[in-house]
């Protein structure tokens, strides 16, 4: 498997099973509404987990741009191979989104608030002040990085024996850090499914919140950036 097709079918895998945890906690006649902010979190660990699983042996399952940006820069991966591995990943992302979607038509038909539909696809801040905003997606990803900065393997990235590492990682963030925001951590994550509720045919949708989306695309880089410069120091 070639590392495109790994990064886009690991990404998508993240996507489905994250956004699907969502929207069957979240949308109306869903088995597992109500299902709480544990369900969510615990469902995007074993997300991360089952991705880089899956797909770490062929191309260091980066499966976020903001993993691909700090493993360059820490000279763990190569520059010219970046754009390759984002274009992957957020294809990725609009794939797994466009399933969750096909999965769950029913319930997004049966869901009436265009709010919740949208939140299956992309975060939003519980209290919108986009500065505070911004800072908690770029210590969210501080933690993220720093952390898979030390568990990635030299000069190739995340394989199978650093997935669970990871997805226990993914979990303490969502449970510790994900209530301001819904912790994105991942410009692909939350832009791709974004563009998806842009493109999808979802009866009673709202807008798709372009005015917030910059925040989880700029705040994980950023926060990406300076771990990498704290790890570098600390070697």
Same mark, same amino acid.
């Given at each position: 498997?070639?590392?495109?097709?790994?990064?886009?079918? %690991?990404?998508?895998?993240?996507?489905?099973?994250?956004?699907?945890?969502?929207?069957?906690?979240?949308?109306?006649?869903?088995?597992?509404?109500?299902?709480?902010?544990?369900?969510?979190?615990?469902?995007?660990?074993?997300?991360?987990?089952?991705?880089?699983?899956?797909?770490?042996?062929?191309?260091?399952?980066?499966?976020?741009?903001?993993?691909?940006?700090?493993?360059?820069?820490? %000279?763990?991966?190569?520059?010219?191979?970046?754009?390759?591995?984002?274009?992957?990943?957020?294809? %990725?992302?609009?794939?797994?989104?466009?399933?969750?979607?096909?999965?769950?038509?029913?319930?997004?038909?049966?869901?009436?608030?265009?709010?919740?539909?949208?939140?299956?696809?992309?975060?939003?801040?519980?209290?919108?002040?986009?500065?505070?905003?911004?800072?908690?997606?770029?210590?969210?990803?501080?933690?993220?990085?720093?952390?898979?900065?030390?568990?990635?393997?030299?000069?190739?990235?995340?394989?199978?024996?650093?997935?669970?590492?990871?997805?226990?990682?993914?979990?303490?963030?969502?449970?510790?850090?994900?209530?301001?925001?819904?912790?994105?951590?991942?410009?692909?994550?939350?832009?791709?499914?974004?563009?998806?509720?842009?493109?999808?045919?979802?009866?009673?949708?709202?807008?798709?919140?372009?005015?917030?989306?910059?925040?989880?695309?700029?705040?994980?880089?950023?926060?990406?950036?300076?771990?990498?410069?704290?790890?570098?120091?600390?070697?």
């Amino acid at each position: 498997m070639s590392p495109f097709i790994a990064e886009l079918i %690991g990404t998508a895998l993240v996507v489905i099973l994250g956004d699907g945890v969502v929207a069957n906690v979240i949308l109306n006649k869903s088995k597992g509404q109500n299902g709480g902010w544990m369900v969510i979190t615990m469902g995007w660990a074993m997300a991360v987990f089952v991705g880089v699983f899956v797909t770490g042996r062929f191309g260091g399952a980066h499966l976020n741009p903001a993993v691909s940006i700090a493993l360059a820069t820490a %000279g763990k991966f190569e520059w010219a191979l970046v754009p390759m591995y984002i274009a992957a990943q957020m294809l %990725g992302a609009i794939l797994g989104a466009v399933i969750v979607y096909l999965v769950y038509r029913d319930h997004f038909d049966a869901t009436p608030d265009a709010d919740t539909k949208l939140g299956v696809f992309c975060t939003a801040p519980a209290i919108r002040k986009k500065g505070n905003n911004l800072l908690t997606e770029i210590i969210g990803t501080f933690v993220l990085i720093l952390g898979v900065l030390y568990i990635a393997a030299p000069g190739v990235g995340l394989g199978a024996l650093e997935a669970l590492p990871v997805a226990f990682l993914v979990l303490a963030l969502g449970l510790s850090l994900g209530g301001p925001t819904g912790y994105a951590i991942n410009p692909a994550r939350d832009l791709g499914p974004r563009i998806a509720h842009f493109l999808l045919p979802i009866k009673g949708k709202r807008d798709s919140d372009w005015g917030y989306a910059w925040v989880p695309v700029i705040g994980p880089i950023v926060g990406a950036l300076i771990a990498t410069f704290v790890y570098m120091s600390m070697q």
